[in-house]
């Protein structure tokens, strides 16, 4: 399932865009808001995969929105205004619908979004273990990742991207669950159901996120809050 949010200022329009949403069988509505700075406020502690959003709105326009995201997820732009569309496809849009919004070119739209996930995905990876670094089988190749090198690992629902200090992400078909058993639990902490950290590569915390750049904000949980606190407190001076 592909996790999406609605963002439209009229009610007719947004009522549309879930009901759509809400009939395909591969997206899920997570939430959905008649402001951009109140979605801003959602995805500062709940990543999700797909965003549909207006670009006239008052206070924050969908476009200056996207441009604002640290972590952006994909776009799909919809608009009464057809000039709109070149600017979009310039901050990476998936897609553009022109209102009015037909069902038809709703469904093409989807199916764009499915497919890029689709090819994200690689086949499902085993895993073995020792003290200082983990092999991931992926298709036809055995990979060897020092947990060193893991700065953190991201849950995309069916699927997980392991984040290095260097180089691309690795992705797998594999449940947060299972990659976390293969973690030693004094160097890596789950800090939200969809992020887990190497603690060593840690250097700022402000509120209730963990900054590794100005890029990447990782939220913490209130489940995981008093967890973290404590390991926090341990160093504190």
């Known amino acids: 399932m592909i996790q999406c949010i609605a963002i439209e200022?009229?009610?007719?329009?947004?009522s549309q865009i879930e009901s759509y949403i809400k009939k395909t069988p591969f997206l899920e509505l997570v939430d959905s808001f008649d402001n951009a700075l109140e979605a801003l406020e959602f995805l500062d502690s709940q990543p999700i995969d797909l965003i549909f959003t207006d670009i006239n709105m008052p206070d924050l326009n969908g476009m200056e929105f996207v441009k604002s995201l640290r972590?952006?997820?994909?776009?799909?732009?919809?608009?009464?205004?057809?000039?709109?569309?070149?600017?979009?496809?310039?901050?990476?849009?998936?897609?553009?619908?022109?209102?009015?919004?037909g069902y038809p070119d709703f469904l093409k739209s989807a199916n764009k979004a499915k497919t890029w996930f689709d090819s994200q995905q690689v086949k499902p990876i085993e895993t073995t273990s020792n003290d200082?670094?983990?092999?991931?089988?992926?298709?036809?190749?055995?990979?060897?990742?020092?947990?060193?090198?893991?700065?953190y690992i991201e849950g995309m629902r069916e699927y997980v991207r392991i984040h290095l200090t260097h180089g691309k992400p690795?992705?797998?078909?594999?449940?947060?669950?299972?990659?976390?058993?293969h973690l030693p639990k004094d160097q890596f902490m789950r800090v939200h159901r969809s992020f887990i950290v190497n603690l060593s590569k840690i250097t700022t915390v402000e509120k209730s996120r963990?900054?590794?750049?100005?890029?990447?904000?990782?939220?913490?949980?209130?489940?995981?809050?008093?967890?973290?606190?404590?390991?926090?407190?341990?160093?504190?001076?």
């Open 9 to 14: 200022d009229e009610p007719l329009a947004l």
């Open 71 to 101: 972590n952006p997820p994909k776009v799909i732009f919809t608009t009464a205004y057809e000039e709109y569309a070149i600017e979009g496809f310039k901050v990476d849009a998936l897609d553009y619908l022109l209102k009015p919004i």
């Open 132 to 151: 200082d670094f983990l092999f991931i089988k992926s298709e036809y190749k055995v990979i060897r990742v020092n947990f060193a090198d893991i700065k």
């Open 170 to 181: 690795l992705m797998s078909l594999m449940s947060m669950k299972k990659i976390e058993e």
């Open 210 to 237: 963990i900054i590794f750049d100005e890029n990447i904000y990782i939220p913490i949980s209130d489940q995981y809050k008093d967890a973290f606190q404590a390991y926090l407190d341990k160093f504190f001076l």
